[in-house]
């Protein structure tokens, strides 16, 4: 007897999806399209850098991906779910309990503790006091920042601040995390211990992550490169001399 066909493996379905978006600016009598036909898939667990030119369209993509502008045609499918039909108030649901940001300026707010900015959005949420402050330190722990959870961002260093942005964005347990430029303002070194941090959390967390940077070293890290050419959305190879280049080694340094 012949043995019986291997059962079909089960596809995965993208955390994000992207499906033939566009986006035209009007200046005038004409426009300026930033993306068309723009198709992306993103997985859980998996880091993708979109390296591009200023003005190709990133932060567009990133804005619609993101819920925070709608497209003038396609759609964005979100955990499944369909967003092009929905309304300003369940896009904002969705955007809240699916998707996490992160931006080039941390964007803490001042007169609250590290500790209290990761409880902010938990609050909001709804979820009790004592189990949002107990998870706000549970994710400052894992950035390595949790003897800051009680002072204020202007008392941290830049690497600091920047690592509670992050911990803070994934506070509600997102699918999806987008962030711009999340090392932009910091030094190679401290952008290393930067990254490396957000490394681990999405790898624990089985986030998919959509990194816009123009840091090609960090971008060589990541599990795919992407760019936008013509307002479509390209896959590239990592470039040999990208893939060569190492972050500096950040065992044994005082973390920035």
Do not use: W
């Not at 500790?115 to 706000?136: C, F, S, T, V, Y």
């Not at 959870?149 to 994934?170: D, K, L, N, W």
């Amino acid at each position: 007897m012949s043995p019986a066909p291997a059962p079909e493996q089960p596809r995965r379905r993208a955390a994000l999806q992207l499906r033939g978006v566009e986006r035209t600016y009007r200046e005038g009598a004409g426009g300026l399209t930033v993306l068309s036909g723009a198709n992306l898939q993103l997985f859980a667990g998996e880091m993708v850098a979109l390296v591009a030119p200023s003005g190709a369209g990133k932060s567009t993509l990133l804005q619609i991906a993101g819920l925070l502008e709608h497209p003038d045609k396609g759609d964005v499918v979100i955990s499944g779910y369909a967003t092009g039909k929905l309304s300003d108030q369940e896009r904002t649901r969705l955007r809240r309990l699916h998707i996490g940001f992160v931006y080039q300026f941390h964007h803490l707010l001042p007169e609250f503790t590290a500790q209290e900015n990761l409880m902010m959005p938990q609050l909001i949420r709804g979820i009790p006091k004592k189990e949002a402050a107990h998870r706000a330190m549970q994710l400052l722990a894992y950035m390595r920042v949790k003897e800051r959870a009680t002072h204020r961002p202007s008392e941290m260093s830049g690497g600091e601040q920047q690592r509670v942005a992050i911990a803070r964005a994934v506070a509600n347990g997102p699918r999806v995390l987008l962030a711009d430029e999340p090392t932009g303002n910091l030094d190679p070194t401290t952008a290393g211990f930067v990254f490396d941090g957000l490394t681990r959390l999405v790898r624990a967390s089985k986030l998919a992550c959509l990194i816009a940077t123009h840091n090609h070293d960090l971008a060589a890290r990541m599990d795919r490169v992407i760019t936008l050419e013509g307002g479509k959305v390209l896959e590239l190879r990592r470039q040999p001399a990208l893939a060569a280049v190492r972050p500096p080694e950040t065992q044994g340094r005082a973390e920035g």
